[in-house]
């Protein structure tokens, strides 16, 4: 199993650009989620989805629109990025909602 | 209100002991998980053990253990046998039962620095 995977690793993005980042699991996982982490502020749960076809908000979704097509992928989208956007965003998943989750290695997002 | 407090931002220990790194929550959920994970400086986030409210034992994962004091709302991680490749940042973050969303919700994390 190759577990939880993110694309890309690194991106620079200029202000109001949109772009997606990739999250896949190959584990039949249920729930998956997006995290960002920010100096200070500890990892900020984005969306979750607790099954394809269903998604939901978290503390932090503003800007941000994720769906779920299918139980391996959940991109997440930024749709006009901003400074305040800058951080490194982590995809999470566990085979149900209150089981253990495991992260992917993040990506890097640095907003100009 | 924090849920988690890591208040050991950072420690030294010395390679073959072992160390304590403390976490307490606060919650009034009677159904909780708590977990810890190693963040490397590569950046990744990395399972190390889980232990539930209602678990009777502490959890043991090799050389992990969790030293779970529940009146006290006490999770401290235990790494005996330290190694160099232990040095990382190490975060406790707690599940509560009747948070609809799932969420982790994580401490602000205790850098860790093995030395030889």
């Known amino acids: 199993n190759a577990g939880v995977t993110q694309t890309p690793k690194f991106q620079v993005l200029k202000t109001g650009q949109s772009m997606t980042l990739q999250c896949a699991q190959d584990m039949n996982h249920e729930y998956m989620s997006w995290y960002r982490q920010d100096p200070g502020m500890g990892l900020r749960l984005i969306h979750y989805?607790?099954?394809?076809?269903?998604?939901d908000q978290g503390e932090v979704p503003n800007g941000y629109n994720v769906s779920r097509s299918t139980t391996e992928d959940f991109p997440l989208r930024l749709l006009s990025a901003a400074p305040s956007q800058t951080s490194v965003y982590f995809c999470a998943s566990s085979y149900r909602i209150f089981e253990t989750q495991y992260f992917g290695p993040g990506t890097r997002l640095l907003v100009l | 209100a924090q849920k988690i407090t890591q208040t050991q931002p950072g420690m030294f220990v010395q390679e073959k002991e072992a160390v304590t790194l403390d976490c307490t929550y606060d919650?009034?959920?009677?159904?909780?998980?708590l977990f810890w994970y190693k963040q490397p400086s590569s950046g990744e986030m990395i399972f190390l053990i889980y232990q539930g409210s209602y678990d009777q034992q502490n959890a043991t994962e090799g050389r992990y253990s969790l030293n779970f004091q529940k009146a006290r709302k006490s999770a401290n991680l235990v790494i005996s046998a330290s190694q160099l490749g232990d040095s990382a940042m190490y975060f406790c973050?707690?599940?509560?039962?009747?948070?609809?969303?799932?969420?982790?919700?994580f401490g602000a994390g205790t850098q860790v620095v093995v030395t030889p």
């Open positions: 989805s607790v099954g394809a076809g269903i998604t």
């Open positions: 973050a707690m599940r509560e039962g009747t948070d609809s969303w799932g969420k982790l919700q």
């Open positions: 919650t009034s959920d009677p159904s909780y998980g």
